[in-house]
Nanobody, 120 residues
């Protein structure tokens, strides 16, 4: 299982970023996928999940209405579009194989992460 995130960076409050994740080493379209984040000094937080066919999306309360998860099964990629970013969104963001429960319990199925900093 290989998951490689990209797209992180520093953005001002209210700004937008889109994170991407390139997946390989497994049958991507056979698995739900998840974004997890870990704020500095805190534990991991579930952000969003998407079903294997892309039809169902699930968001945490903090992500709902601001973030959008998507996948391209032809390209084996997962994305997370983030709008109206807030300082509390500052974290390392990880792409993870599986739905929410699997992703939160199996850190060995996470990528290496991409850092997002929201600061003025």
């Amino acid at each position: 299982v290989q998951l490689v995130e990209s797209g992180g960076g520093t953005v001002q409050p209210g700004g937008s970023l889109t994170l991407s994740c390139a997946a390989s080493g497994f049958s991507f379209n056979s698995f739900d996928m998840t974004w997890v984040r870990q704020p500095p000094g805190k534990g991991p937080e579930w952000v969003a999940s998407i079903s294997k066919d892309g039809r169902l999306e699930f968001y945490s309360a903090s992500a709902e209405g601001r973030f959008s998860i998507d996948r391209d099964n032809a390209e084996n990629t997962l994305s997370l579009s983030m709008n109206n970013l807030k300082s509390e969104d500052t974290a390392d963001y990880y792409c993870a194989r599986g739905g929410r429960l699997d992703a939160m319990s199996r850190r060995d199925y996470w990528g290496q992460g991409t850092q997002v900093t929201v600061s003025s």
